[in-house]
């Protein structure tokens, strides 16, 4: 069987965010979507709870919080990771602009309940987010709802004071795939650009008319380019047309 694939999602979500990759991998190999870092208030803390439940060798996909997760791991995966994903993510620092929305969000949550607030959130995430498949969309929803308050507060606090994590890129070691939709508004394709080039031999690929959520907004395309990956691990800066992939 081949070697496995470990996804890391991002804020108040849960292996239901990926799901379109583990129905579509699976099969194939053994996916692993890490548990229980949701309930940690620091970055470092999450890798740590991430850490114990990674097997020896693997490819890792990573997505907006996940990224920021598997770069401060970087230091304890040498020689572990056979591929590194990178997915609407950034090395940077919190930009206060971000900090802003993020306290709007949140207050929502506490006003309105995490229902309310993941629709908001998913809602400026995605390009059209009620394109996406109607059962996913609760799934979403269901996760955000069971994580809770208490997490998503915690998963703030995090992100908002994680550390520049820009000069962690130089220890990248194994081929790199950065994924980025041309409308981010969370995480910009410059973060994205920012990371290709700092990482030796990345490739760098930005999905048009997609907002902040590649795995669902295209899921076919995003499977098809993990695969293409895999297989060929070449050095390339393209520009990926989703409506013709």
Same mark, same amino acid.
């Given at each position: /069987? ?42 470092? !803390? ?18 907006? /919080? ?27 620092? !919190? ?15 506490? +006003? ?9 959130? /998913? ?11 109607? #059962?996913?969309?609760?799934?979403? +929803? ?23 994590? +820009?000069? /962690? ?38 999905? !048009? ?18 695969? #293409? ?17």
């Amino acid at each position: /069987m081949p070697e496995p694939l470990v996804l890391l999602p991002g804020l108040q979500s849960d292996h239901r965010s990926w799901v379109n990759q583990t129905r579509h991998f699976s099969p194939s190999r053994q996916v692993i979507v890490p548990q229980r870092h949701q309930h940690c208030d620091s970055i470092a !803390e999450m890798g740590e709870r991430v850490l114990e439940q990674l097997p020896p060798r693997f490819h890792l996909a990573a997505w907006s /919080m996940g990224g920021y997760i598997a770069l401060q791991l970087l230091p304890k995966l040498a020689g572990r990771l056979l591929s590194l994903t990178l997915v609407s993510t950034s090395a940077r620092p !919190e930009d206060p602009a971000s900090t802003a929305r993020r306290m709007e969000i949140l207050d929502l949550a506490e +006003r309105e309940g995490m229902a309310a607030s993941n629709r908001r959130s /998913m809602t400026q995430a995605c390009l059209d987010f009620d394109a996406i498949d109607p #059962d996913i969309r609760a799934g979403l +929803r269901d996760a955000s709802v069971e994580l809770g308050l208490e997490a998503f507060r915690g998963q703030q606090r995090a992100i908002i004071n994680r550390p520049d994590s +820009r000069g /962690m890129l130089r220890l990248v070691e194994c081929p790199t795939l950065v994924l980025v939709g041309d409308q981010d508004t969370v995480t910009p394709p410059e973060c994205a650009r920012e990371i290709h080039e700092a990482i030796a031999g990345s490739r760098f690929v930005v999905i !048009e008319n997609c907002g902040h959520c590649a795995p669902l907004e295209y899921p076919e395309l995003v499977n098809a380019l993990l695969e #293409d990956w895999w297989s060929r691990g070449y050095q390339s800066d393209l520009r990926s047309s989703a409506a013709g992939a």
